[in-house]
């Protein structure tokens, strides 16, 4: 097969290259034993560089047009093969062709969360995800920083580098911005632009051209998701009490046909709004407690007790309800005494009975001393 290249490179006079690809950024002619004729043709079509190197060197850097290869076009090249006396003889060299085109919608996103502060939030962890455009500025620098002497050079090859670098200074960028995160998705076409400004130097330094950094997406963990949903579902329900209303009237329409469902909504609901009535009563403010006063003349009688219904506790039991005159019977049987407790509707809790003011005058002095009550 030697020969037979050798036989083929003699008649090929056309130097070019057709990418049928998307990724490839730099390809390498083939040609056997890099031998290219005197007066060969060489087309850079748009979009494209061509670089001659000769002996390790960057001998020439052609842009977009058709060149017959001789002596006097390339300059440099004919000092570096020393053609003093131009020879049309063929000369070696290695032709890399550049595609200067843009390499649009490449992926970069952060691996694992970046932890940082919020005003809101006090620490939350961020996830972001975008895309950045780049293309060769520079093929010099590029093929001596970068590529050497790869013939394919593919943009993966060097993505990975990139992805990395864009997302150690959006951290950076990200952790001093002080942005809140409910504000992030209003802001994040200003975040590309200033990463955009602020790493585009560092790719100048491998020959690169940083056109666009696209910030396309900024997420929490799921857990903390989830927890935003509920406050804004909580926001969103207003009227607490008219919400509870509803939900009730509506279960209560539905039950019939909800079965374990609907009974088990009911009871939630159910529940709420017992909850909120024991708020409510809560909050009234507690009677106030009596208070005796030394006075220099006798104390008034006190008024007649209210035909009213009583509970009492008796054996560690709530009894009754009793009215005055079955409370009177109750203490001459010695099963209640002072100290026994007694609560009727509208107070906030049980108090004995001698600190009960409307029930003043129910035992007699010889019934101070309370019965013991069992011990439980």
């Given at each position: 097969?030697g020969?037979?290249d050798?036989?083929?490179g003699e008649f090929?006079?056309?130097i070019?290259?057709?990418?049928?690809s998307?990724?490839?950024m730099v390809y390498?002619?083939?040609?056997?034993?890099?031998?290219?004729?005197?007066?060969?043709k060489?087309t850079v079509?748009e979009s494209q560089?061509?670089v001659f190197v000769?002996?390790?060197?960057i001998?020439d850097?052609?842009?977009p047009?058709?060149?017959e290869?001789?002596?006097?076009?390339?300059?440099?090249l004919?000092?570096?093969?020393?053609?003093?006396?131009g020879?049309e003889?063929?000369f070696?060299?290695?032709v890399?062709f550049?595609n200067?085109?843009q390499?649009?919608d490449?992926?970069?996103g952060?691996k694992n969360?970046?932890?940082?502060?919020?005003k809101?939030?006090n620490m939350?962890?961020?996830?972001?995800?975008?895309t950045y455009?780049?293309r060769i500025?520079?093929?010099?620098?590029?093929?001596t920083e970068?590529?050497?002497?790869?013939g394919?050079f593919?943009?993966?090859?060097?993505?990975?580098?990139?992805?990395?670098?864009i997302?150690?200074?959006?951290?950076?960028?990200l952790?001093s911005?002080?942005?809140?995160?409910?504000?992030?998705?209003?802001n994040q076409?200003?975040?590309?632009?200033l990463?955009?400004?602020r790493?585009?130097?560092?790719?100048k330094?491998?020959?690169?051209?940083?056109t666009?950094?696209?910030?396309?997406?900024i997420?929490?963990?799921?857990a903390v998701e989830?927890?935003?949903?509920?406050?804004?579902s909580?926001?969103?329900?207003g009227?607490l009490?008219k919400?509870?209303q509803?939900?009730a009237?509506?279960?209560?329409?539905?039950?019939?046909?909800?079965?374990?469902?609907g009974s088990a909504?009911?009871?939630?609901?159910?529940?709420?709004?017992a909850n909120?009535?024991a708020?409510?009563m809560?909050?009234q403010?507690a009677?106030?407690?009596?208070?005796?006063t030394t006075?220099?003349?006798?104390a008034?009688a006190?008024?007649p007790?209210?035909?009213t219904?009583?509970?009492?506790?008796?054996?560690?039991?709530?009894?009754?309800?009793?009215d005055l005159?079955e409370?009177?019977q109750?203490?001459m049987?010695?099963?209640?005494s002072p100290?026994?407790?007694a609560w009727?509707?509208?107070m906030?809790k049980?108090?004995?009975i001698?600190?009960?003011?409307?029930l003043d005058?129910l035992?007699?002095?010889?019934?101070?001393?309370p019965?013991?009550?069992?011990?439980?």
């Amino acid at each position: 097969m030697g020969i037979w290249d050798k036989l083929f490179g003699e008649f090929v006079d056309i130097i070019e290259w057709t990418d049928s690809s998307v990724d490839t950024m730099v390809y390498r002619f083939q040609r056997y034993g890099n031998e290219i004729k005197f007066g060969a043709k060489l087309t850079v079509r748009e979009s494209q560089i061509a670089v001659f190197v000769s002996e390790g060197q960057i001998a020439d850097v052609l842009g977009p047009g058709l060149y017959e290869l001789e002596t006097k076009n390339l300059p440099i090249l004919s000092t570096l093969q020393h053609w003093y006396h131009g020879f049309e003889s063929p000369f070696k060299a290695e032709v890399y062709f550049f595609n200067t085109r843009q390499f649009v919608d490449l992926k970069w996103g952060t691996k694992n969360p970046i932890m940082m502060r919020d005003k809101e939030f006090n620490m939350v962890r961020l996830r972001t995800f975008g895309t950045y455009n780049i293309r060769i500025d520079d093929p010099a620098k590029f093929i001596t920083e970068i590529v050497g002497t790869d013939g394919h050079f593919t943009v993966d090859e060097i993505s990975s580098q990139l992805r990395n670098l864009i997302v150690t200074r959006y951290t950076d960028i990200l952790g001093s911005s002080d942005i809140p995160v409910l504000d992030l998705a209003g802001n994040q076409g200003q975040l590309g632009e200033l990463l955009t400004q602020r790493i585009a130097p560092e790719f100048k330094d491998y020959g690169l051209e940083l056109t666009k950094v696209l910030v396309e997406n900024i997420s929490l963990p799921p857990a903390v998701e989830e927890a935003l949903d509920k406050r804004t579902s909580m926001g969103m329900i207003g009227n607490l009490d008219k919400y509870i209303q509803f939900g009730a009237a509506e279960s209560m329409q539905n039950g019939s046909t909800g079965g374990g469902a609907g009974s088990a909504i009911e009871m939630g609901l159910g529940f709420a709004m017992a909850n909120k009535m024991a708020n409510d009563m809560n909050t009234q403010p507690a009677a106030p407690m009596p208070t005796h006063t030394t006075q220099a003349h006798p104390a008034p009688a006190p008024p007649p007790l209210p035909d009213t219904n009583w509970h009492v506790a008796i054996d560690r039991k709530a009894a009754g309800p009793f009215d005055l005159t079955e409370l009177q019977q109750l203490a001459m049987n010695k099963q209640i005494s002072p100290g026994t407790l007694a609560w009727i509707d509208g107070m906030e809790k049980w108090k004995s009975i001698e600190s009960i003011a409307a029930l003043d005058g129910l035992f007699d002095e010889d019934q101070a001393e309370p019965p013991e009550l069992p011990k439980s």
